[in-house]
Antibody, heavy 119, light 107 residues
Framework: QVQLQESGPGLVKPSQTLSLTCTVS??????????WSWIRQPAGKGLEWIGR???????NYNPSLKSRVTMSVDTSKNQFSLKLSSVTAADTAIYYC???????????WGQGTLVTVSS | EIVMTQSPATLSVSPGDRATLSCRAS??????SAWYQQKPGQAPRLLIY???TRATGIPARFSGSGSGTEFTLTISSLQSEDFAVYYC?????????FGQGTKVEIK
């Protein structure tokens, strides 16, 4: 059973960089043709796709966030990471990491981690 | 970006009644649509994928239909545990997108 767990600071100051890591257990991040993604959800609102990364390191980002997003993968630690720069209060949300296969919906989600942007 | 529009925003239903949720895509997504259920404090749970296929362990009272731009999730007889927010999702095009959600509440 694959499990994903987000970790990182719960509070980030405006204009700084939000950094989160997702640790994958129960399976190798390098095995199979899976995409590893970040999705966020502001309180009481809907879900927004941030980006995806393949084990090879190739990435795709949501055009709306592309200028501020960087994703990376560390196969030796079975982890992938998100950096979102120049954050504002609008970036306050629950951040989920997730896994899916090409042409398939997400099958595994992390539990989510709340990140608040505030001074 | 493909916009997924769900209706209604809130659906008030009595336990045991039927619930019908709708989702419209701004462009065709073929059958690459899914439905998720989300309860407070939890990650979304996959109910339906490929428009009409139930995910593993999902009860038969949940069914999905549609293709192209129009999709429907039907819950045939609402149970207490079904009161939640439901999201439609397209995975035919990048970026993948979700609808804004339909809250199913107790009438």
């Amino acid at each position: 059973q694959v499990q994903l767990q987000e970790s990182g600071p719960g509070l980030v100051k405006p204009s700084q960089t939000l950094s989160l890591t997702c640790t994958v257990s129960g399976g190798s991040i390098s095995s199979g043709s899976y995409y590893w993604s970040w999705i966020r959800q502001p309180a009481g609102k809907g879900l927004e796709w941030i980006g995806r990364i393949f084990a090879s390191g190739s990435t795709n980002y949501n055009p709306s966030l592309k200028s501020r997003v960087t994703m990376s993968v560390d196969t030796s630690k079975n982890q992938f990471s998100l950096k979102l720069s120049s954050v504002t209060a609008a970036d306050t949300a629950i951040y989920y990491c997730a896994r899916y296969s090409n042409s398939a919906p997400i099958d595994y989600w992390g539990q989510g981690t709340l990140v608040t942007v505030s001074s | 970006e493909i916009v997924m529009t769900q209706s209604p925003a809130t659906l008030s239903v009595s336990p045991g009644d039927r619930a019908t949720l709708s989702c419209r895509a701004s462009h065709s997504v073929s059958s690459k649509s899914a439905w998720y259920q989300q309860k407070p404090g939890q990650a979304p749970r996959l109910l339906i994928y490929d428009a009409s296929t139930r995910a593993t362990g999902i009860p038969a009272r949940f069914s999905g239909s549609g293709s192209g731009t129009e999709f429907t999730l039907t819950i045939s007889s609402l149970q207490s545990e079904d009161f939640a927010v439901y999201y439609c999702h397209q995975y035919n095009d990048w970026p993948r997108t979700f609808g804004q959600g339909t809250k199913v509440e107790i009438k």
